[in-house]
Nanobody, 114 residues
């Protein structure tokens, strides 16, 4: 199983980024997909998730600024991040979950700074 995250980088406050996570080795459409982040010195936290049926959950910090979507035909989940703030700086991880199966990608760095 591989979860390959991409799209991170350096962006100014107020800017946007779109993260992508391409999955392989799983029946993607069956899995709930999520984005988590871990800032330096902090615990990993959920940013957003989308279930196999398309239901979404967002952290309070992400509501109104981030959207999560999935393209089952491409085995890919996206995180569109708008109005980025310095406190969004973190390593962002892709997660795939189905019952007891739980997989993580390697993460992509997002840095929000002027």
């Amino acid at each position: 199983v591989q979860l390959q995250a991409s799209g991170g980088g350096l962006v100014q406050p107020g800017g946007s980024l779109r993260l992508s996570c391409a999955a392989s080795g799983i029946t993607f459409s069956l899995y709930g997909m999520g984005w988590y982040r871990q800032a330096s010195g902090k615990q990993r936290e959920l940013v957003a998730s989308v279930s196999s049926s398309g239901q979404t959950i967002f952290a309070d910090s992400a509501k109104g600024r981030f959207t999560i979507s999935r393209a089952n035909a491409k085995n890919t989940v996206y995180l569109q991040m708008n109005s980025l703030k310095p406190e969004d700086t973190a390593v962002y991880y892709c997660n795939a979950r189905l019952l007891a199966q739980n997989y993580w990608g390697k993460g992509t760095q997002v840095t929000v700074s002027s």
